[in-house]
């Protein structure tokens, strides 16, 4: 006995080969007889289970812990523990599903965990209920990730049955408990239950939260903040009773979707003021980031640990919100912390106000935008390997974020390889931490493994591409992901390249795409040829010429997702024909349900849209170019505008507000020749349906990128200066053609595109004039154009350049633009421009002495 003991003690420490000869040694005592209680206790099966698990072969743990099962053991702490390994076997044999089905079997492993944790709790084992309570945990956990209110709701039942189960052997670890009962407030959350997740808190978290460390108290407090964000009452008496630091990090919390700059900025203000009133002077100083930089600076000493983590959060919530001078500062204090989160954080928020420096949409990508943000990443990249050696997955996942956000409008074939490192570090940095974030993670993999296949390394690509269809990714109100169908396609296709399929493909389809492949990394010579080549195959695999077999529709869709790789292909050669002719393909094939059912078809299809508008301008210039009379040239220009009018509908069917981003930059930038004109006749309707499909977009995102910003102010400027013309035009006896209908429109876009860009005047300097003119044309007396006094002043000064005014309302009307160009304190605002124009104003109206003091 002795000698089977001491031989499966020294087989189990040598690892996974050990292991399985402990496992081995023990069946053959079984078979020999030799493994009675006498020579070796039954929970020796179980020993092995538990190192099998810890060695990651969950098969061998199963059949350990079967066989110790069927023993039929004493209620005892084996048995609980027997239980325990069940649970973690059941949770590894989960990990290939997703969805409904990883939830039930999930679900199904934390059952078992229960019964240990109960017999654990209801005799003399209860030190196992804390060790039950953390492997309970680590199953259950990611079931978050699905964000899913079925889910959350099944979590937070148990949660509350294992932490009453802990109350009830006085579980002495605090901060545990604190800390599965903040997770059980987020599962309420998730389960649209906020408000009682929120009394929860009040009620146990704030008695387990006096001797949490510091860290674990801010987050308890931003999380309360966050649940009770709508109760501006409980808010404040939250803050009132926090320490400096948590108050902090509750004002951090309440800059949330929807808000503005002004409100942003003054509230990331009250925050800094909760921790140092000096600081909230500081950020105070008018004069720009320089200046507000300088005056921090100047404060001098350190901040300290716990208000450095507070002032991290600060600025990152900040600069997201558009409020970028007080950003800077409050990353200037941040950097001076002794705790490396911090100046962590500090560093993210220089490179985000690196990037935020961009100019407008048509900046991103030149080459000092490629040069920002190419150094951005990199800089995110050395933050982020700094911090992995630092036990905080939250922050990681927000260096990662930060990162993948920056790196977007680099993810094209020419650019991609510039971060793909730093990609490659954020993927694997998510994975060493759990991170639940699966749609981000799954979205790093799929980029790489793009850019694995594009340089012909098809293995580590199908690697990626395995990794990223194993994450539970959340799915859509129609039970899809938006990340499955480009993941499959890649699939399939790097299957046919790394011989999957036996012998040659045979069909067309299969034909078309080796060729297709193929054509990624030809030359240009070359992949005229071969795109050429699969134009053919894909016309012979039309319908009528394969099987018309049951299924066959899906065989014709995905034919549809290979002219648009075909069409992409071509018109990345400049190939119109062959682009156009695939285009045309794509557009074909009716939809059968709505965009939203058949989301993947429908995405193609707004693609070709564009890429149809795009053709069109390329032939438009020619014509152009070789004097046809202008007719040609026009006729294809409303070619171009109808198709890009059509994918933007599409992008709002979709809901996809990337594709209507991307119709609204197309209609922007193929005509600057007509923009520049003042041509805008021809563009009225696009610039309605720009407008409209831009406002249903999701307004907080939108209002935090300022690009986007920018785009929605000229988009509605323009259509309102459109509009204006054509009133002008039928004043002197042209067609009215739908303008008091237009002219409606026009106005509601104004308004809609000054609330978005709400308190930063200068950038809706456009806007604000051509609203005004227009309500003027519209028949008002006094336009109203917005909350800014300089905003206000520029309407009225904009309505006396234009004429539009005259006499005693005249100036009133300068009166009262010389009146909101002086603060308070009656001292003039900052504002030269409109200071010119009011002089200007004057001297118009023989008031030389104002326009003198102006």
Known sequence: ARMLQRGLTSLLGEGVVGIEAAAALLDRAEHSHSAKPEALPPEARLLVAERCLDAGRPELARASVDKFLGTRPAQNQFLARAYFVVARVLAAEAGGLRGSDRRTAVLAAVAQVERGIALAGGGKYSFLVHNGSVVLWSIARPLLSQRSADAASALAEVLERTLSALGAVGETDASWRLHLTMELARCLEMAGRGKEAAAMLAKDASPLAADAPPRLKLQLCALQARLL??????????????????????????????????????????????????????????????????????????????????????????????????????????????????????????????????????????????????????????????????????????????LFNIARPLLQPELVGLVAVSLEAAATALEEVGSLRSELRASLHLELARKEDAAGRAVAAALHVDKALALDVPLDECGQSRLDAPLLRLKRRLALRLDIYSGAPESPTDRALVLLDRARGAASAVKAQLCTQVQELLAEAEPGQESDAPGDSQLKRERTLLWAELMKAAWQERLRPVARASAERVLAIPLETEPLVEVEVARRQAEARLVLAETFVAEAEELAAADDGGTGAAVMRQESLREIEAGIELGLALRDDDIVYNGCVCLWNYNEALLLAETLEPLRSSLRVAARAMAATDQAVLARDTPLVELACAVAATFARAVEAGIVACKDGGPEDGLKEDTDRALEACTWADGVATGRPQLKRELTAAWARLQAHAGSKQPTVGAEPESQARANLELLRAGLVDGASAKGLLASAKQLLVGSDESPRPAPELWMRAAEQSLRLDDVAGGVRD
Not at 240 to 251: D, Q
Not at 368 to 395: F, H, I, P, Y
Request: aromatic share 0%; glycine share 10%.
């Open 229 to 402: 964000a709508e109760d501006s009452a409980a808010i404040g008496k939250l803050r009132a009773e926090a320490s400096s630091a948590g108050a902090a990090i509750a004002a951090a919390q309440q800059l949330r979707d929807g808000a503005d700059v002004q409100s942003a900025t003054a509230m990331a203000i009250s925050g800094a003021e909760s921790l140092d009133p000096r600081l909230a002077e500081a950020l105070r100083v008018e004069g720009g980031a320089e200046a507000v930089r300088s005056a921090v600076a100047a404060l001098g000493g350190d901040c300290g640990e716990e208000q450095g983590e507070a002032l991290g959060c600060l600025a990152m919530k900040a600069a997201q919100y558009g409020a970028l001078d007080v950003a800077a500062g409050l990353a200037v204090r941040a950097g001076t912390s002794s705790r490396s989160g911090a100046r962590t954080r500090a560093n993210l928020t220089e490179q985000m106000l690196r990037v935020a420096s961009l100019g407008t949409a048509s900046e991103v990508l030149s080459r000092e935008g490629v040069s920002v943000r190419v150094g951005a990443v990199r800089a995110v990249d050395k933050t982020l390997r700094a911090a992995r050696r630092e036990d905080d997955a939250e922050l990681i996942e927000d260096i990662v974020a930060l």
